[in-house]
Protein backbone atom coordinates (compact mmCIF):
# COMPACT_ATOMS: atom_id res chain seq x y z
CA UNK A 1 0.00 0.00 0.00
CA UNK A 2 1.35 3.85 -1.22
CA UNK A 3 2.15 6.11 1.87
CA UNK A 4 1.33 9.39 2.16
CA UNK A 5 4.60 11.03 2.87
CA UNK A 6 2.50 14.29 2.93
CA UNK A 7 2.00 13.09 6.32
CA UNK A 8 5.51 13.34 7.86
CA UNK A 9 6.93 16.72 5.61
CA UNK A 10 6.51 18.76 9.08
CA UNK A 11 8.60 16.63 10.70
CA UNK A 12 11.29 16.57 8.00
CA UNK A 13 11.38 20.50 8.04
CA UNK A 14 11.53 20.36 11.91
CA UNK A 15 13.98 17.92 11.94
CA UNK A 16 16.03 19.43 9.05
CA UNK A 17 16.15 23.02 11.33
CA UNK A 18 17.44 21.06 14.58
CA UNK A 19 20.17 19.53 11.60
CA UNK A 20 21.20 22.68 10.59
CA UNK A 21 21.18 24.03 14.26
CA UNK A 22 23.32 21.03 15.27
CA UNK A 23 25.67 22.02 12.61
CA UNK A 24 26.20 25.80 13.48
CA UNK A 25 26.68 24.61 17.30
CA UNK A 26 29.44 22.31 16.36
CA UNK A 27 30.82 24.32 13.65
CA UNK A 28 32.51 26.65 16.51
CA UNK A 29 34.94 23.94 17.60
CA UNK A 30 36.16 23.35 14.40
CA UNK A 31 38.18 26.43 14.16
CA UNK A 32 41.12 24.66 16.59
CA UNK A 33 42.15 22.59 13.89
CA UNK A 34 42.51 19.65 15.61
CA UNK A 35 41.14 16.72 14.20
CA UNK A 36 38.19 15.04 16.37
CA UNK A 37 36.61 12.27 14.77
CA UNK A 38 33.85 12.28 16.55
CA UNK A 39 32.77 15.83 15.74
CA UNK A 40 33.26 15.64 12.27
CA UNK A 41 31.50 11.96 12.17
CA UNK A 42 28.46 14.19 13.80
CA UNK A 43 28.50 17.16 11.24
CA UNK A 44 28.60 14.09 8.65
CA UNK A 45 25.31 12.59 10.07
CA UNK A 46 23.34 15.54 10.13
CA UNK A 47 24.65 16.06 6.93
CA UNK A 48 23.49 12.43 5.30
CA UNK A 49 20.09 12.74 7.46
CA UNK A 50 18.92 16.00 5.35
CA UNK A 51 20.24 14.56 2.24
CA UNK A 52 17.41 11.15 3.02
CA UNK A 53 14.98 13.03 3.69
CA UNK A 54 15.17 15.86 1.38
CA UNK A 55 15.55 13.04 -1.49
CA UNK A 56 12.40 10.83 -0.37
CA UNK A 57 10.47 14.54 -0.77
CA UNK A 58 11.83 15.66 -3.90
CA UNK A 59 13.82 18.49 -2.65
CA UNK A 60 16.59 18.21 -5.12
CA UNK A 61 18.72 21.18 -4.77
CA UNK A 62 18.51 20.84 -0.80
CA UNK A 63 19.43 16.97 -1.35
CA UNK A 64 22.24 18.04 -3.99
CA UNK A 65 24.00 20.41 -1.60
CA UNK A 66 24.10 18.20 1.55
CA UNK A 67 25.54 15.86 -0.90
CA UNK A 68 28.56 18.27 -1.49
CA UNK A 69 28.79 18.57 2.44
CA UNK A 70 29.03 14.77 2.87
CA UNK A 71 32.08 14.88 0.32
CA UNK A 72 33.92 17.28 1.75
CA UNK A 73 33.24 16.14 5.74
CA UNK A 74 34.12 12.50 4.34
CA UNK A 75 37.59 14.11 2.99
CA UNK A 76 37.93 15.71 6.71
CA UNK A 77 37.44 12.34 8.83
CA UNK A 78 39.62 10.89 6.39
CA UNK A 79 42.13 13.02 7.95
CA UNK A 80 42.95 14.34 3.59
CA UNK A 81 43.15 17.92 5.14
CA UNK A 82 42.53 20.02 8.48
CA UNK A 83 39.43 21.88 9.32
CA UNK A 84 40.23 25.70 10.24
CA UNK A 85 38.85 29.17 10.48
CA UNK A 86 38.00 29.16 6.76
CA UNK A 87 36.07 26.08 6.89
CA UNK A 88 33.61 27.40 10.02
CA UNK A 89 32.98 30.15 7.77
CA UNK A 90 31.74 28.11 5.26
CA UNK A 91 29.67 26.16 7.51
CA UNK A 92 28.18 29.08 8.80
CA UNK A 93 27.26 30.49 4.95
CA UNK A 94 25.92 26.98 4.54
CA UNK A 95 23.59 27.05 7.35
CA UNK A 96 22.73 30.43 6.89
CA UNK A 97 21.40 29.80 3.09
CA UNK A 98 20.08 26.00 3.77
CA UNK A 99 17.83 27.79 6.26
CA UNK A 100 16.25 30.14 4.24
CA UNK A 101 15.83 27.28 1.85
CA UNK A 102 14.20 24.83 4.04
CA UNK A 103 11.60 28.31 5.22
CA UNK A 104 10.99 28.90 1.28
CA UNK A 105 10.17 24.95 1.05
CA UNK A 106 7.86 24.86 4.31
CA UNK A 107 5.80 27.91 2.34
CA UNK A 108 5.28 25.83 0.10
CA UNK A 109 7.52 27.27 -2.98
CA UNK A 110 9.41 24.57 -4.68
CA UNK A 111 11.10 27.53 -7.26
CA UNK A 112 14.71 27.17 -8.18
CA UNK A 113 16.53 28.90 -5.44
CA UNK A 114 19.53 30.31 -7.31
CA UNK A 115 21.27 30.75 -3.48
CA UNK A 116 21.53 27.28 -3.41
CA UNK A 117 23.42 26.34 -6.48
CA UNK A 118 25.23 29.00 -5.30
CA UNK A 119 26.18 27.73 -2.34
CA UNK A 120 26.50 23.79 -3.83
CA UNK A 121 28.99 25.31 -6.23
CA UNK A 122 31.29 27.38 -3.05
CA UNK A 123 31.16 23.81 -1.06
CA UNK A 124 32.48 22.40 -4.35
CA UNK A 125 35.24 24.78 -5.10
CA UNK A 126 36.18 24.94 -1.34
CA UNK A 127 36.80 21.45 -1.50
CA UNK A 128 38.83 20.92 -4.47
CA UNK A 129 40.78 24.28 -3.97
CA UNK A 130 41.90 23.40 -0.61
CA UNK A 131 39.83 26.00 1.57
CA UNK A 132 39.13 29.12 -0.88
CA UNK A 133 35.79 30.48 -2.25
CA UNK A 134 34.05 31.78 -4.95
CA UNK A 135 33.69 35.51 -4.33
CA UNK A 136 30.19 36.34 -6.40
CA UNK A 137 26.70 34.97 -6.32
CA UNK A 138 27.40 34.89 -10.72
CA UNK A 139 30.55 32.89 -9.98
CA UNK A 140 29.40 30.76 -7.43
CA UNK A 141 26.25 29.66 -9.30
CA UNK A 142 28.60 28.77 -12.12
CA UNK A 143 30.60 27.02 -9.78
CA UNK A 144 27.31 24.89 -8.77
CA UNK A 145 26.32 24.25 -12.53
CA UNK A 146 29.89 23.26 -13.26
CA UNK A 147 29.64 21.04 -10.23
CA UNK A 148 26.66 19.48 -11.36
CA UNK A 149 28.36 18.50 -14.76
CA UNK A 150 31.15 16.90 -13.15
CA UNK A 151 33.53 20.04 -13.13
CA UNK A 152 34.79 22.70 -10.75
CA UNK A 153 35.52 26.29 -11.32
CA UNK A 154 38.63 28.39 -10.39
CA UNK A 155 38.67 28.82 -7.16
CA UNK A 156 38.69 32.86 -5.81
CA UNK A 157 38.87 34.20 -2.28
CA UNK A 158 35.92 36.28 -0.30
CA UNK A 159 35.93 38.29 3.18
CA UNK A 160 33.02 36.62 5.12
CA UNK A 161 29.61 38.64 5.62
CA UNK A 162 28.18 38.69 8.29
CA UNK A 163 25.15 37.19 8.02
CA UNK A 164 22.12 38.13 10.85
CA UNK A 165 19.93 35.12 10.23
CA UNK A 166 20.47 33.61 13.93
CA UNK A 167 18.35 36.17 15.36
CA UNK A 168 15.29 33.88 14.04
CA UNK A 169 13.93 31.69 16.72
CA UNK A 170 14.38 28.11 16.31
CA UNK A 171 14.08 25.06 17.84
CA UNK A 172 18.10 24.06 18.46
CA UNK A 173 19.27 19.87 18.43
CA UNK A 174 19.44 18.19 21.29
CA UNK A 175 22.76 16.80 22.30
CA UNK A 176 23.58 13.65 21.53
CA UNK A 177 20.67 12.57 19.18
CA UNK A 178 20.27 12.19 15.62
CA UNK A 179 17.67 12.44 14.02
CA UNK A 180 16.16 11.81 10.40
CA UNK A 181 12.38 11.06 8.71
CA UNK A 182 13.86 8.31 6.36
CA UNK A 183 16.96 6.78 5.50
CA UNK A 184 18.72 7.61 1.91
CA UNK A 185 16.14 5.14 -0.05
CA UNK A 186 18.82 4.92 -3.18
CA UNK A 187 16.98 7.53 -4.82
CA UNK A 188 20.17 9.24 -5.45
CA UNK A 189 23.42 8.39 -5.74
CA UNK A 190 25.42 8.79 -2.00
CA UNK A 191 27.99 8.02 0.22
CA UNK A 192 27.77 4.81 2.08
CA UNK A 193 25.68 5.05 5.04
CA UNK A 194 27.14 5.16 8.41
CA UNK A 195 27.85 1.67 9.90
CA UNK A 196 25.08 0.12 12.63
CA UNK A 197 21.45 0.90 12.94
CA UNK A 198 20.66 4.69 12.62
CA UNK A 199 17.62 6.38 13.91
CA UNK A 200 14.99 8.43 12.25
CA UNK A 201 12.73 10.84 13.61
CA UNK A 202 9.50 8.43 12.75
CA UNK A 203 10.71 5.11 12.51
CA UNK A 204 14.13 2.87 12.58
CA UNK A 205 16.15 1.93 9.45
CA UNK A 206 15.30 -2.27 9.40
CA UNK A 207 17.98 -4.32 7.50
CA UNK A 208 16.87 -6.11 4.68
CA UNK A 209 13.24 -4.56 4.71
CA UNK A 210 11.62 -3.27 1.21
CA UNK A 211 11.84 0.72 0.72
CA UNK A 212 13.94 1.23 3.94
CA UNK A 213 12.46 3.00 6.68
CA UNK A 214 9.21 3.31 5.04
CA UNK A 215 8.91 -0.57 6.06
CA UNK A 216 10.14 -0.13 9.71
CA UNK A 217 9.25 -0.34 13.48
CA UNK A 218 7.94 2.83 15.23
CA UNK A 219 10.06 4.09 17.44
CA UNK A 220 8.27 2.78 20.77
CA UNK A 221 8.20 -0.75 19.43
CA UNK A 222 12.17 -0.48 18.59
CA UNK A 223 13.15 0.23 22.11
CA UNK A 224 11.23 -2.32 23.59
CA UNK A 225 12.71 -4.50 20.97
CA UNK A 226 16.10 -3.76 22.48
CA UNK A 227 15.51 -3.98 26.52
CA UNK A 228 14.52 -0.16 26.74
CA UNK A 229 17.84 0.86 26.80
CA UNK A 230 16.93 4.20 25.03
CA UNK A 231 14.17 6.25 26.30
CA UNK A 232 11.04 6.73 23.05
CA UNK A 233 9.46 10.12 22.60
CA UNK A 234 7.17 11.90 20.31
CA UNK A 235 6.97 15.05 18.40
CA UNK A 236 3.67 16.68 20.00
CA UNK A 237 2.54 19.92 18.66
CA UNK A 238 2.69 23.14 21.16
CA UNK A 239 -0.82 23.91 19.97
CA UNK A 240 -1.88 20.15 21.93
CA UNK A 241 0.39 20.73 24.96
CA UNK A 242 -0.87 24.73 25.32
CA UNK A 243 -4.58 23.33 25.22
CA UNK A 244 -4.06 21.13 27.70
CA UNK A 245 -2.12 23.30 30.21
CA UNK A 246 -5.79 25.64 29.79
CA UNK A 247 -7.50 23.09 30.36
CA UNK A 248 -6.04 22.04 33.43
CA UNK A 249 -5.72 25.84 34.62
CA UNK A 250 -9.35 25.33 34.76
CA UNK A 251 -9.22 22.29 36.87
CA UNK A 252 -8.09 23.72 39.56
CA UNK A 253 -9.89 26.95 38.96
CA UNK A 254 -12.96 24.17 39.53
CA UNK A 255 -11.59 22.42 42.25
CA UNK A 256 -11.02 25.73 44.25
CA UNK A 257 -14.50 26.85 43.94
CA UNK A 258 -15.22 23.66 45.48
CA UNK A 259 -12.95 23.66 48.50
CA UNK A 260 -14.14 27.00 48.97
CA UNK A 261 -18.15 25.83 49.17
CA UNK A 262 -17.45 22.83 51.28
CA UNK A 263 -16.04 24.96 53.75
CA UNK A 264 -19.54 26.03 54.20
CA UNK A 265 -20.22 22.47 55.10
CA UNK A 266 -20.04 21.21 58.96
CA UNK A 267 -16.93 19.06 59.28
CA UNK A 268 -18.85 17.07 61.00
CA UNK A 269 -21.94 16.41 58.95
CA UNK A 270 -19.95 15.96 55.77
CA UNK A 271 -16.15 13.58 57.06
CA UNK A 272 -16.78 11.57 53.84
CA UNK A 273 -16.88 15.06 51.63
CA UNK A 274 -13.81 16.95 53.14
CA UNK A 275 -11.86 13.88 53.04
CA UNK A 276 -12.35 13.00 49.33
CA UNK A 277 -12.36 17.30 48.47
CA UNK A 278 -8.95 17.24 49.90
CA UNK A 279 -8.08 13.97 48.10
CA UNK A 280 -9.06 15.95 44.88
CA UNK A 281 -7.10 18.85 45.77
CA UNK A 282 -3.95 16.91 46.43
CA UNK A 283 -4.21 14.98 42.83
CA UNK A 284 -5.66 18.00 40.84
CA UNK A 285 -2.06 19.99 42.22
CA UNK A 286 -0.12 16.66 40.95
CA UNK A 287 -1.99 16.87 37.82
CA UNK A 288 -1.34 20.31 37.09
CA UNK A 289 2.82 20.20 38.01
CA UNK A 290 2.81 17.23 35.70
CA UNK A 291 1.25 18.93 32.94
CA UNK A 292 3.45 22.02 33.42
CA UNK A 293 6.59 20.11 33.65
CA UNK A 294 5.69 19.23 29.72
CA UNK A 295 6.06 22.48 29.14
CA UNK A 296 9.65 22.98 30.44
CA UNK A 297 12.80 23.09 28.26
CA UNK A 298 16.68 23.19 29.28
CA UNK A 299 18.17 26.49 29.05
CA UNK A 300 20.34 24.32 26.41
CA UNK A 301 17.69 25.63 23.80
CA UNK A 302 19.01 29.17 24.57
CA UNK A 303 22.12 28.61 24.82
CA UNK A 304 23.16 26.87 21.95
CA UNK A 305 21.64 29.75 20.03
CA UNK A 306 24.64 32.24 21.02
CA UNK A 307 28.30 30.38 19.94
CA UNK A 308 27.20 31.70 16.48
CA UNK A 309 26.16 34.85 17.64
CA UNK A 310 29.43 35.69 19.24
CA UNK A 311 31.32 34.33 16.68
CA UNK A 312 29.54 36.35 14.30
CA UNK A 313 29.91 39.72 16.28
CA UNK A 314 33.06 39.34 17.77
CA UNK A 315 34.55 38.61 14.27
CA UNK A 316 32.79 41.66 12.55
CA UNK A 317 34.56 43.86 15.88
CA UNK A 318 37.69 42.39 15.21
CA UNK A 319 37.46 41.05 19.32
CA UNK A 320 38.68 37.50 20.35
CA UNK A 321 35.66 36.12 22.57
CA UNK A 322 34.98 33.15 24.30
CA UNK A 323 31.90 32.04 25.34
CA UNK A 324 31.32 29.92 28.74
CA UNK A 325 27.89 28.86 29.12
CA UNK A 326 26.85 26.81 32.62
CA UNK A 327 23.26 25.71 33.85
CA UNK A 328 22.25 23.69 30.67
CA UNK A 329 20.16 21.32 32.34
CA UNK A 330 17.92 24.39 34.55
CA UNK A 331 14.11 24.19 33.41
CA UNK A 332 11.87 26.87 31.92
CA UNK A 333 8.76 27.31 30.33
CA UNK A 334 8.87 26.99 26.51
CA UNK A 335 7.26 29.70 26.25
CA UNK A 336 9.47 31.76 28.77
CA UNK A 337 12.46 30.39 26.15
CA UNK A 338 11.03 31.90 23.32
CA UNK A 339 10.59 35.24 24.77
CA UNK A 340 13.96 35.42 26.35
CA UNK A 341 15.94 35.00 23.07
CA UNK A 342 15.36 38.65 21.76
CA UNK A 343 16.54 40.24 24.93
CA UNK A 344 19.58 37.92 25.92
CA UNK A 345 20.55 38.42 22.21
CA UNK A 346 20.66 42.53 23.20
CA UNK A 347 22.83 41.41 26.69
CA UNK A 348 25.33 39.64 24.72
CA UNK A 349 25.70 41.96 21.85
CA UNK A 350 26.40 44.91 24.05
CA UNK A 351 28.82 42.86 25.93
CA UNK A 352 30.37 42.18 23.46
CA UNK A 353 30.55 45.80 21.59
CA UNK A 354 30.91 47.90 24.56
CA UNK A 355 32.41 45.60 27.15
CA UNK A 356 34.80 43.72 25.75
CA UNK A 357 38.47 45.68 24.64
CA UNK A 358 39.90 45.05 21.55
CA UNK A 359 43.43 43.19 21.73
CA UNK A 360 45.62 45.62 21.88
CA UNK A 361 43.50 47.36 24.67
CA UNK A 362 43.41 43.74 26.84
CA UNK A 363 46.84 43.36 26.04
CA UNK A 364 47.83 47.06 27.86
CA UNK A 365 45.73 46.74 30.51
CA UNK A 366 47.43 43.33 31.71
CA UNK A 367 44.61 41.08 30.56
CA UNK A 368 44.83 38.04 27.80
CA UNK A 369 43.47 39.15 24.83
CA UNK A 370 40.90 36.35 24.20
CA UNK A 371 37.84 38.49 26.35
CA UNK A 372 35.41 36.21 27.92
CA UNK A 373 31.61 36.26 27.83
CA UNK A 374 29.38 34.03 30.31
CA UNK A 375 26.00 32.76 30.67
CA UNK A 376 24.88 31.12 33.81
CA UNK A 377 20.88 30.42 34.57
CA UNK A 378 20.11 28.58 38.16
CA UNK A 379 17.08 28.04 40.05
CA UNK A 380 16.28 29.93 43.05
CA UNK A 381 13.10 29.06 45.14
CA UNK A 382 10.72 29.68 42.52
CA UNK A 383 12.34 31.53 40.05
CA UNK A 384 15.00 31.31 37.31
CA UNK A 385 18.53 33.74 37.21
CA UNK A 386 20.15 34.26 34.15
CA UNK A 387 23.31 35.79 34.81
CA UNK A 388 25.40 37.45 31.89
CA UNK A 389 29.13 38.60 32.57
CA UNK A 390 32.07 39.98 30.90
CA UNK A 391 35.66 40.71 32.06
CA UNK A 392 35.60 43.92 29.89
CA UNK A 393 36.24 47.63 30.78
CA UNK A 394 32.81 47.90 32.91
CA UNK A 395 30.83 50.67 33.57
CA UNK A 396 32.41 54.47 34.37
CA UNK A 397 30.05 55.69 37.08
CA UNK A 398 31.10 59.63 36.18
CA UNK A 399 30.66 58.78 32.33
CA UNK A 400 26.77 57.67 33.12
CA UNK A 401 26.05 60.41 35.09
CA UNK A 402 27.74 63.42 32.88
CA UNK A 403 25.82 61.43 29.55
CA UNK A 404 22.42 61.21 32.46
CA UNK A 405 23.10 65.14 32.52
CA UNK A 406 23.77 66.15 28.88
CA UNK A 407 20.22 64.06 28.00
CA UNK A 408 18.23 65.46 30.57
CA UNK A 409 17.22 62.84 33.09
CA UNK A 410 16.72 63.41 36.68
CA UNK A 411 20.14 62.14 38.35
CA UNK A 412 22.15 63.29 41.11
CA UNK A 413 25.56 62.70 42.74
CA UNK A 414 23.89 61.16 45.87
CA UNK A 415 22.41 58.02 43.61
CA UNK A 416 24.18 55.10 44.35
CA UNK A 417 26.26 52.85 41.89
CA UNK A 418 23.64 50.19 41.03
CA UNK A 419 20.88 53.24 40.59
CA UNK A 420 23.64 55.05 38.30
CA UNK A 421 24.09 51.26 36.10
CA UNK A 422 20.58 51.12 35.55
CA UNK A 423 20.53 54.23 33.94
CA UNK A 424 22.11 52.38 30.73
CA UNK A 425 18.30 50.72 30.76
CA UNK A 426 16.78 54.04 29.89
CA UNK A 427 14.88 54.46 26.99
CA UNK A 428 17.80 56.66 24.06
CA UNK A 429 20.47 56.30 26.54
CA UNK A 430 23.64 55.15 24.94
CA UNK A 431 27.66 56.09 25.69
CA UNK A 432 28.53 54.83 21.63
CA UNK A 433 31.23 57.39 20.33
CA UNK A 434 29.75 56.10 16.92
CA UNK A 435 26.20 54.56 15.78
CA UNK A 436 27.13 51.28 14.08
CA UNK A 437 24.55 48.68 12.55
CA UNK A 438 24.96 46.64 15.79
CA UNK A 439 24.61 49.56 18.47
CA UNK A 440 24.71 53.17 19.40
CA UNK A 441 21.49 54.62 18.51
CA UNK A 442 20.16 54.31 22.24
CA UNK A 443 17.42 51.43 21.27
CA UNK A 444 18.57 47.88 22.97
CA UNK A 445 18.73 47.98 26.67
CA UNK A 446 15.48 50.05 27.10
CA UNK A 447 13.91 46.96 24.85
CA UNK A 448 16.09 44.49 27.44
CA UNK A 449 14.10 45.93 30.50
CA UNK A 450 10.83 46.10 28.75
CA UNK A 451 10.34 42.61 27.48
CA UNK A 452 11.75 41.60 30.51
CA UNK A 453 9.11 42.95 32.77
CA UNK A 454 6.66 41.64 30.72
CA UNK A 455 7.36 38.51 31.55
CA UNK A 456 6.91 39.27 35.18
CA UNK A 457 10.65 39.49 36.13
CA UNK A 458 13.38 41.79 37.17
CA UNK A 459 16.75 43.16 35.60
CA UNK A 460 19.77 44.04 37.67
CA UNK A 461 23.39 45.45 36.84
CA UNK A 462 26.54 45.10 38.37
CA UNK A 463 30.16 46.67 37.48
CA UNK A 464 33.59 46.96 38.10
CA UNK A 465 35.63 49.78 36.18
CA UNK A 466 37.97 48.09 34.69
CA UNK A 467 37.16 44.51 35.59
CA UNK A 468 33.99 43.48 34.15
CA UNK A 469 29.65 43.92 34.12
CA UNK A 470 27.22 41.26 35.22
CA UNK A 471 23.53 41.61 33.91
CA UNK A 472 20.99 39.52 36.36
CA UNK A 473 18.05 38.81 35.00
CA UNK A 474 15.08 36.92 37.20
CA UNK A 475 12.21 35.04 35.97
CA UNK A 476 9.83 32.99 37.35
CA UNK A 477 9.59 29.57 36.09
CA UNK A 478 6.16 29.70 34.30
CA UNK A 479 3.91 32.35 32.83
CA UNK A 480 0.63 30.05 33.39
CA UNK A 481 1.15 29.80 37.37
CA UNK A 482 2.54 32.02 39.81
CA UNK A 483 2.20 32.29 43.54
CA UNK A 484 0.64 35.58 44.91
CA UNK A 485 -0.37 37.81 47.58
CA UNK A 486 -4.11 38.53 47.31
CA UNK A 487 -5.16 42.06 48.78
CA UNK A 488 -7.98 44.25 48.41
CA UNK A 489 -9.01 47.84 48.34
CA UNK A 490 -13.00 48.33 49.15
CA UNK A 491 -14.87 45.78 47.75
CA UNK A 492 -11.83 44.75 44.87
CA UNK A 493 -9.65 42.24 45.23
CA UNK A 494 -6.17 42.55 43.71
CA UNK A 495 -3.01 40.18 43.07
CA UNK A 496 0.59 41.07 44.52
CA UNK A 497 2.97 38.49 42.58
CA UNK A 498 5.00 37.15 45.55
CA UNK A 499 8.13 37.65 44.08
CA UNK A 500 8.28 41.65 44.09
CA UNK A 501 7.26 41.19 47.87
CA UNK A 502 9.65 41.78 50.83
CA UNK A 503 7.57 42.52 53.62
CA UNK A 504 4.14 43.54 54.88
CA UNK A 505 3.75 45.96 57.63
CA UNK A 506 1.21 48.16 59.16
CA UNK A 507 2.91 51.92 59.10
CA UNK A 508 2.19 54.93 61.47
CA UNK A 509 0.86 58.10 60.81
CA UNK A 510 4.03 59.37 61.98
CA UNK A 511 6.08 57.42 59.22
CA UNK A 512 4.10 59.07 56.33
CA UNK A 513 5.98 62.12 55.23
CA UNK A 514 5.00 64.99 53.07
CA UNK A 515 6.29 66.12 49.67
CA UNK A 516 3.91 68.97 47.53
CA UNK A 517 1.14 68.51 49.74
CA UNK A 518 1.41 64.38 48.92
CA UNK A 519 1.64 61.84 51.41
CA UNK A 520 4.49 60.66 49.10
CA UNK A 521 7.25 59.07 51.42
CA UNK A 522 7.09 56.29 54.13
CA UNK A 523 9.78 55.32 56.72
CA UNK A 524 10.63 51.99 56.91
CA UNK A 525 13.79 51.30 59.50
CA UNK A 526 15.21 54.35 58.89
CA UNK A 527 14.87 53.99 54.87
CA UNK A 528 12.52 56.46 53.35
CA UNK A 529 10.48 54.74 50.54
CA UNK A 530 7.82 56.28 47.93
CA UNK A 531 4.53 55.31 48.93
CA UNK A 532 2.01 53.89 46.29
CA UNK A 533 -1.63 54.14 46.99
CA UNK A 534 -3.05 51.29 45.14
CA UNK A 535 -6.89 52.97 45.83
CA UNK A 536 -5.28 56.12 43.50
CA UNK A 537 -3.44 53.29 41.21
CA UNK A 538 -6.75 51.62 40.37
CA UNK A 539 -9.12 55.17 40.35
CA UNK A 540 -11.25 53.24 42.95
CA UNK A 541 -13.96 55.76 43.75
CA UNK A 542 -15.26 55.47 47.78
CA UNK A 543 -18.33 56.46 48.63
CA UNK A 544 -17.09 57.98 51.92
CA UNK A 545 -13.50 58.69 52.90
CA UNK A 546 -13.47 59.34 56.24
CA UNK A 547 -11.12 62.27 57.89
CA UNK A 548 -8.71 59.72 59.30
CA UNK A 549 -8.05 58.76 55.68
CA UNK A 550 -6.51 61.78 54.94
CA UNK A 551 -3.04 61.83 53.32
CA UNK A 552 -1.57 62.74 56.92
CA UNK A 553 -3.34 60.41 59.03
CA UNK A 554 -3.06 57.24 56.41
CA UNK A 555 -2.00 54.19 58.41
CA UNK A 556 -3.06 53.57 61.96
CA UNK A 557 -6.15 55.31 61.87
CA UNK A 558 -7.41 53.33 58.63
CA UNK A 559 -6.14 50.10 59.47
CA UNK A 560 -4.33 49.77 56.05
CA UNK A 561 -1.45 47.78 54.91
CA UNK A 562 1.87 48.64 53.32
CA UNK A 563 3.72 45.52 51.27
CA UNK A 564 6.85 46.76 50.95
CA UNK A 565 7.43 45.31 46.91
CA UNK A 566 11.02 45.73 45.25
CA UNK A 567 11.83 46.17 41.52
CA UNK A 568 15.24 46.52 39.81
CA UNK A 569 16.97 47.19 43.40
CA UNK A 570 14.18 50.02 44.06
CA UNK A 571 11.98 49.47 46.89
CA UNK A 572 8.03 51.06 47.38
CA UNK A 573 5.71 50.54 49.30
CA UNK A 574 2.25 49.43 48.66
CA UNK A 575 -0.89 50.65 50.55
CA UNK A 576 -3.65 48.73 50.41
CA UNK A 577 -6.68 48.46 52.48
CA UNK A 578 -6.25 44.50 54.01
CA UNK A 579 -4.07 41.46 52.90
CA UNK A 580 -6.23 38.34 52.26
CA UNK A 581 -4.11 35.79 51.80
CA UNK A 582 -1.38 33.56 49.82
CA UNK A 583 -2.33 31.48 46.90
CA UNK A 584 -1.26 29.85 44.03
CA UNK A 585 -3.06 31.05 40.71
CA UNK A 586 -4.04 30.39 36.92
CA UNK A 587 -2.51 33.09 35.36
CA UNK A 588 -5.28 34.70 32.56
CA UNK A 589 -3.60 37.17 29.76
CA UNK A 590 -5.82 40.19 29.40
CA UNK A 591 -4.04 40.80 25.64
CA UNK A 592 -4.54 36.82 24.30
CA UNK A 593 -8.69 37.30 25.55
CA UNK A 594 -8.60 41.34 25.62
CA UNK A 595 -6.25 44.26 25.18
CA UNK A 596 -3.24 45.46 27.21
CA UNK A 597 -4.10 47.59 30.19
CA UNK A 598 -1.47 49.92 32.04
CA UNK A 599 -0.30 48.59 35.25
CA UNK A 600 -2.14 45.28 35.12
CA UNK A 601 -0.08 41.95 34.04
CA UNK A 602 -2.81 39.57 33.68
CA UNK A 603 -6.18 38.24 35.50
CA UNK A 604 -7.03 35.12 37.49
CA UNK A 605 -10.10 33.69 38.62
CA UNK A 606 -10.36 33.20 42.63
CA UNK A 607 -11.93 30.18 44.62
CA UNK A 608 -15.40 32.30 44.90
CA UNK A 609 -15.56 32.95 41.14
CA UNK A 610 -14.42 36.49 41.05
CA UNK A 611 -12.21 38.20 38.54
CA UNK A 612 -8.60 39.51 40.07
CA UNK A 613 -6.31 41.78 38.23
CA UNK A 614 -2.61 40.99 38.86
CA UNK A 615 -1.21 44.16 39.15
CA UNK A 616 2.22 44.98 36.84
CA UNK A 617 4.71 46.11 39.75
CA UNK A 618 7.15 46.77 37.53
CA UNK A 619 5.78 49.68 35.59
CA UNK A 620 3.54 50.91 38.71
CA UNK A 621 6.74 51.27 40.77
CA UNK A 622 9.15 53.05 37.86
CA UNK A 623 5.82 55.44 37.27
CA UNK A 624 5.55 56.43 40.51
CA UNK A 625 9.12 56.76 41.42
CA UNK A 626 9.74 59.02 38.61
CA UNK A 627 6.77 61.06 39.61
CA UNK A 628 8.39 61.27 43.46
CA UNK A 629 11.29 62.66 42.06
CA UNK A 630 9.72 65.05 39.71
CA UNK A 631 8.05 66.42 43.29
CA UNK A 632 10.69 66.24 45.45
Known amino acids: MAIDLNRFIGTFFDEAQEHLESIEEKAMSLASGRHDPELLNSIFRAAHSIKGGSGTFGFTQLSEATHEMETLFDQLRKGQRQPDASTVRLLLDVCDVFKAHVARLKSGDRSVDPAMDAMRGKIAEYRAAGGEVATTPAKAAKAGKAAKAGKVATPEAVEPTLHESFFAPAEPAREGTEFGLFADSGLLASEPAPAGPEKFGF ?58 ASGKLAAQQDEHLNHSLSALDRHTRDLQQAVMSIRMMPMEFVFSRFPRLVYDVSTRLGKKVHLRTQGHETELDKEMIELLIDPLTHVVRNAIDHGIESPDERKAAGKPEMGTVGMRATHRGGSVIIEVTDDGRGLDRARLLAKARELGMPCSDSMNDMEVFSLIFEAGFSTAKQVTDLSGRGVGMDVVRRNIASLGGQVTIDSELGSGTTITIQLP ?117 LHAVPGVAGATILGDGRVALILDVNSIVRTNTARTRSAA
Open 203 to 260: FEAVPGAPGGSAAGKTQNDSNRARGGGEQSSIRVSTEKIDRIVNLVGELVIAQAMMQQ
Open 477 to 593: LTLAVLDGMVVSVGDEQYIVPLEFVAEAIQPQSADIKLVANLASLIAVRGEHLPLIRLDHVVEFRRNERPASDAPAKTGTDSGQLCLVVEVDNRRAALLVDSLIGQQQLVVKSLETN
